[in-house]
C-alpha cells in the first residue's frame, strides 16, 4: 500500500510543482525512471513470492538507478549512448515484463 | 512491511489471488518502521521523476537532442529545404510560362483579327470606308451593257481600287454582269441607268484612269453616255456580299501559316 501511494502522492506533486528537469539530468533521467519501475515491479513480485524484503528493494532501486545512469554516461562518453540507452531499455523490458507475467499468474493464477 | 510482518505461507509459484490480495496488502501495512519511510520516500521520488519526465518529453526542443539525433534532424531539414527549392524554381517557370503563354496568345489574337479584317474587306463580308471615287454613268439611250461595267471595273481594279460597288451590290470575286432588258444586272440584280460605281483607293489614280485615251469614258462617250468622276475624301461602302461555305473546296493544309496582309 505504502509504495503506491508514495507513487500516486508522486505523481500528483510532479503534476503540480510542474518541475523543470535540470539540463545535466535530461539523458539519464528516463533510463533511471524505467530502472525504478524495474525494480518496483520487481518487488511487488518479490512480495507476492512472500520473499519481499525491503532492504533488498531499496538497494536495487538504488542500485539499478545510479547502474543504468552510469551505463547511459558511460555510453554518452565513448559515442554510444543511443545504442546503449535502447540496450538498457530492453534489458529493463524484458525483466519488466517477467515479472509481470509472474504477478500476474499471482493474482489471476493464470 | 513485508520483513518486519512476513506472510504466513510462502509458497511459491501458484497462490491463490485471494492469497496474493493479502501478501500485497501485507507490503504496505503501515509501520512507521525506517524501511517504510524509505519506500515511500523512494516510491514519491519515482513517481516525481516520471511526471517530470512525461512533463519534459511533451515540451522537448531541440537542445535535449543527442549529435547524430541532431545532424539526422539537420539533414532532414537541409533536404526538405532543396526539396522546396526546387518546387519553387519548378513553379516559377511554369508562372513565367503561363505569363508569356498569355502574352503571345493576346498577340495571335491581334494577328487573327488583322488578318480577319483583311479577308472580310477581300471577300466583301465587311463594310470598308476610305478615300475613294464616285462614278456615275449615265446612258440615256440604253447602249451601255456590261462589258462597258466590267470594263471599267477593270481599269478601277487596274489603278488599285481595293472595295468595289457597282449600284446596291459589292463586287467580289464571284460577282459576274450581264445583258437585261431594263439595262445591266449584277449577279443577277438588274441596275437601271444611271450606274454608280463605288471605288476604295488612290482617288487620283483611279479617276485619271477613267479618262485615259481609249477607256472608259471614251467608250461610254462613244455610246452617247456620260461618265462623271467625283473624288471623295471618304466613301462608305456598306454593301456586304453574303457567301456559302463553299462546299468542295477546303483549305489545303500549309506547312507554316504565317500570316498574309
New interface residues.
Partial sequence: MIPALGLLAGIVIGILVRPDVPLWLQPYLPIAVIAALDAVFGAVRAALDGIFDDKVFVVSFLSNVVVAAFIVYLGDQLGVGAQLSTGVIVVLGVRIFSNVASIRRHLFSA | ???SS??P?????????RI??R????????LATK??V????????????????V???RTQGL??L?E??LLGVLDTVTQEGVRLGAELRDLERTRDRLASGADSELEAIDIARERADTLGLLAGSKAATGPGVRLTIADPDGRVGATVILDAIEELRDAGAEVLQVGPQRVVMGTFFSDSDAGVSVSGTALSPPYVILAIGDPATMASAMGIPGGVSESVRGLRGEVTVEQLDSLDITAIHRSDPPRFATPAPTPDPSPTS
Avoid at chain 2, 501478501?23 to 503501515?30: F, K, M, T
Avoid at chain 2, 520516500?41 to 517530470?52: M, N, V
Fill in positions: 512491511m513485508g520483513a512476513p506472510p505461507d510462502r509458497d511459491r509459484g501458484s497462490a491463490g489471488p496474493a490480495g501478501r500485497i496488502a501485507g507490503i504496505g501495512w503501515p524501511a517504510n524509505l519506500v515511500l520516500t523512494l516510491a514519491l521520488l519515482l513517481g516525481f521523476a516520471i511526471s517530470a519526465q512533463r519534459q518529453t537542445e535535449t543527442r547524430d539525433e
